[in-house]
Structure formats: structure tokens, C-alpha cells
């Protein structure tokens, strides 16, 4: 989510929250809900972050020498000539190899 959509929902739950016609366990509730949904969009953030600085990685093939940006261009690349598993290795998305 950008940032303007994090703080709506924030915002939505806050008002929510300010509400004096929640009784005391939708109050538990909600501010159950309201802090899983943030854990969720930290962990979101995460993955992006991780997956945006694997795509900016350089990995170079050992068998034919060919570099490639990002760790799925060189997946799909091991997929359609085995390279690495031929050598007994395997891509991981953790850039492994």
C-alpha cells in the first residue's frame, strides 16, 4: 500500500477507535484487528524492500559466463538450460546458488 492508503486505514481505525458507541470488546477487537493489519503492511514492506534489492542484483551464470539483473531473469534463464542443475545446484530466491 503507499503511504497516503496506510494512512487512511490508520485513520479509519483511529476514528473508529474514538467512537464512545464501541463497547469494551469490539474495542479489544478492533484494536486486535487494527494492529495485525499493521504487522501485515510492515511485513508487505519487507518482502518489497527484499524483492526490489534482488532485482537490482547482477548474477552471473557459471556455466556459459552470462550475467543477468535480478534474480528471476536468471532463474527463468536456469529453467530453460538447466545450467545450474546440471551442476548440481539450484537458484534460490535468496539470490543462493
Same mark, same amino acid.
Given at each position: 500500500? $503507499?503511504?497516503?492508503?496506510?494512512? !487512511?486505514?490508520h =485513520?479509519?481505525?483511529?476514528?473508529?477507535? $474514538? @467512537? %464512545? @458507541?464501541?463497547?469494551? =470488546?469490539?474495542r479489544? !477487537?478492533?484494536?486486535?484487528?487494527?494492529?495485525?493489519?499493521?504487522?501485515? $503492511? @510492515?511485513?508487505?514492506?519487507?518482502? &518489497?524492500?527484499?524483492?526490489?534489492? $534482488?532485482?537490482r542484483?547482477?548474477?552471473?551464470? !557459471?556455466?556459459?559466463?552470462?550475467?543477468?539483473?535480478?534474480?528471476?531473469?536468471?532463474? !527463468? %534463464? =536456469?529453467?530453460?538450460? @538447466? %545450467?545450474m542443475?546440471?551442476?548440481?545446484? &539450484?537458484?534460490?530466491? =535468496?539470490?543462493?546458488?
Open positions: 500500500m $503507499q503511504a497516503s492508503t496506510e494512512d !487512511e486505514v =485513520d479509519f481505525y483511529r476514528k473508529i477507535l $474514538q @467512537s %464512545h @458507541s464501541l463497547t469494551p =470488546d469490539d479489544i !477487537e478492533l484494536e486486535q484487528i487494527a494492529e495485525a493489519q499493521a504487522q501485515k $503492511q @510492515s511485513l508487505i514492506e519487507e518482502v &518489497r524492500n527484499f524483492a526490489a534489492e $534482488q532485482a542484483k547482477t548474477y552471473k551464470c !557459471e556455466v556459459c559466463g552470462l550475467e543477468f539483473l535480478g534474480i528471476l531473469a536468471f532463474a !527463468e %534463464h =536456469d529453467a530453460e538450460t @538447466s %545450467h542443475a546440471n551442476q548440481g545446484k &539450484r537458484v534460490g530466491l =535468496d539470490g543462493s546458488q
